[in-house]
T-cell receptor, first 112, second 111 residues
Framework: QKEVEQNSGPLSVPEGAIASLNCTYS??????FFWYRQYSGKSPELIMS????GDKEDGRFTAQLNKASQYVSLLIRDSQPSDSATYLC????????????FGSGTKLNVKP | DVKVTQSSRYLVKRTGEKVFLECVQD?????MFWYRQDPGLGLRLIYF???????EKGDIPEGYSVSREKKERFSLILESASTNQTSMYLC??????????FGQGTRLTVV
C-alpha cells in the first residue's frame, strides 16, 4: 500500500463549478497535511496546510481533514481555467516526519 | 522571501558521465530533499538530509549519492549517468513539521 494515494484523474469541471480532490493516507499517526498545486513544467507550490480535523478555508480553497477515516480533501469553489493544474497531497508520516511523501497527484481541467 | 535555488534549469549529459545537481537554500532549514518526477509516477524521494553530513535513503536511491557539507547546500550526484535517469529533479527544503519549499526544478536529459 502506498503511503499517500490520490486518484490520478483527469478531473474535468466546468468553469464556476466546485472541484473536489481527495487523498487517503496510510499512517494513522500523521499530524500534518499539505496540498500543493503544480502547473505543467513548474515546481509544486503550497496552497493549503491543515493540522486539525474539520475544515480550513482560504479564499476559494477549503481543505477538509478526517483523521478517523484517514482522508484529506481539497475543494475549489468557483473553479477558474487558471486552476487547471495537477494537485499533490503530501503527508509526513509520524514515525519519520523528516520524510515527506507525496501522492501521485490529480490532474484538474477547468473548462471555460 | 523563501528561496530554494537549483543550479541548472535544463541539463543534457552523456551516458556514463558524472553529474552534479546543486541546491542552495537561504531559509536555514534543517531538512533538504531530492525528488525525481516522472509522468504517471509522481514525486519519488531519492535521498534526504536532516543535518550537515547526515543523509538517509529515500525510496529510489540506486544510482545516486548525495553530499551535504554545509547546511544551505545539498548536492545530488549521478555517479554514472544512464538514460533511465532522464527526468525532472526537484530539490525541497523543510523545517520540522512545516511545509516543504521547492526549487524551480532541473530537467535532466541523458543521451
Amino acid at each position: 500500500q502506498k503511503e499517500v494515494e490520490q486518484n490520478s484523474g483527469p478531473l474535468s469541471v466546468p468553469e464556476g463549478a466546485i472541484a473536489s480532490l481527495n487523498c487517503t493516507y496510510s499512517d494513522r499517526g500523521s499530524q500534518s497535511f499539505f496540498w500543493y498545486r503544480q502547473y505543467s513544467g513548474k515546481s509544486p507550490e503550497l496552497i493549503m496546510s491543515i493540522y486539525s480535523n474539520g475544515d480550513k478555508e482560504d479564499g476559494r480553497f477549503t481543505a477538509q481533514l478526517n483523521k478517523a477515516s484517514q482522508y484529506v480533501s481539497l475543494l475549489i469553489r468557483d473553479s477558474q481555467p487558471s486552476d487547471s493544474a495537477t494537485y499533490l497531497c503530501a503527508v509526513p508520516p509520524l514515525g519519520n516526519f523528516n520524510k515527506f511523501y507525496f501522492g501521485s497527484g490529480t490532474k484538474l481541467n477547468v473548462k471555460p | 522571501d523563501v528561496k530554494v535555488t537549483q543550479s541548472s534549469r535544463y541539463l543534457v549529459k552523456r551516458t556514463g558521465e558524472k553529474v552534479f545537481l546543486e541546491c542552495v537554500q537561504d531559509m536555514d532549514h534543517e531538512n533538504m530533499f531530492w525528488y525525481r518526477q516522472d509522468p504517471g509516477l509522481g514525486l519519488r524521494l531519492i535521498y534526504f538530509s536532516y543535518d550537515v553530513k547526515m543523509k538517509e535513503k529515500g525510496d529510489i536511491p540506486e544510482g545516486y549519492s548525495v553530499s551535504r557539507e554545509k547546511k544551505e547546500r545539498f548536492s545530488l550526484i549521478l555517479e554514472s549517468a544512464s538514460t533511465n535517469q532522464t527526468s525532472m529533479y526537484l530539490c525541497a527544503t523543510r523545517a520540522s513539521n512545516t511545509e516543504a519549499f521547492f526549487g524551480q526544478g532541473t530537467r535532466l536529459t541523458v543521451v
